[in-house]
Each structure stands twice: as C-alpha cells, then as structure tokens.
C-alpha cells in the first residue's frame, strides 16, 4: 500500500534533520578545534607550558546535539583569568591583560553561526 502524502513529506523531514544534526554536529568539532588552535597561538608564553596545555575535550553528546569544552590542563589552568584579565600586584599597581581568550571565543560563536546556516542551506 503506498504511503500517505503526509507519511512521505514526514520522513523526508526527518532525513533532513538528521544530515543537518550530523553536519552541525561535524562543524561543531571543527571549530572547537579551530579555536583552540587560536588561543594557543595567541597565548602568552614565557616558558611555553601554559601555550602548550590548552585542550578541547566532548562534554556531552546527545541524538541532537553536542558540546566542547575548550580549557588549559593542570598545573596551568588557575593562569587563565589572570591573564586574560590581568590582576593586582603585591605592591600596588596592576599587571597587563592578555586577552586570548575572548576574541577567539568571539569568533568561533561567528563561525559557528555562519557553518549552521550554511548546513541548514544544503
């Protein structure tokens, strides 16, 4: 017996969300990757260590969605805020910011933006 309209037009819905979810979830991966590429390079590094700890890591995964999380391993990782923001020295006066994080984060939440609207597109 041949399937309703409405049977047809619902799994062809279906198969499309499922290649979109699929591909965003592909574009997820990639720009987490991506901007942890770029916090490392724009990372200060006196000794290299903190440069070299930042990680991407999957934090949850479900039918429809997926989440990185980017961070900077032990012993480095108490270093981030201070800085990203700079912080008050012993003596009075303040040390400089090093702001690494933010513009990546600013544009992985762009690009992010730009590979869901190109895979809802397809």
């Not at 390079?41 to 070299?52: A, F, I, L, T, V």
Request: charged share 30%; aromatic share 10%.
């Amino acid at each position: 017996m041949a399937k309703s309209l409405e049977q047809q037009l619902s799994d062809v819905l279906v198969l499309y969300s499922q290649e979109v979810t699929e591909q965003v979830k592909k574009d997820a991966k990639t720009t987490a990757y991506h901007t942890k590429g770029k916090i490392q390079k724009n990372s200060p590094s006196r000794s290299g260590r903190y440069k070299k700890n930042w990680a991407v890591k999957k934090a949850y995964e479900s039918a429809n969605e997926v989440r990185y999380v980017i961070y900077n391993k032990k012993p480095t990782y108490r270093l981030t805020h201070l800085l990203e923001s700079g912080h008050a020295k012993k003596d009075g006066g303040r040390v400089r910011a090093y702001p690494h994080i933010r513009p990546a984060e600013l544009w992985a939440q762009k690009e992010f933006v730009n590979l869901v609207k190109k895979a809802v597109q397809k």
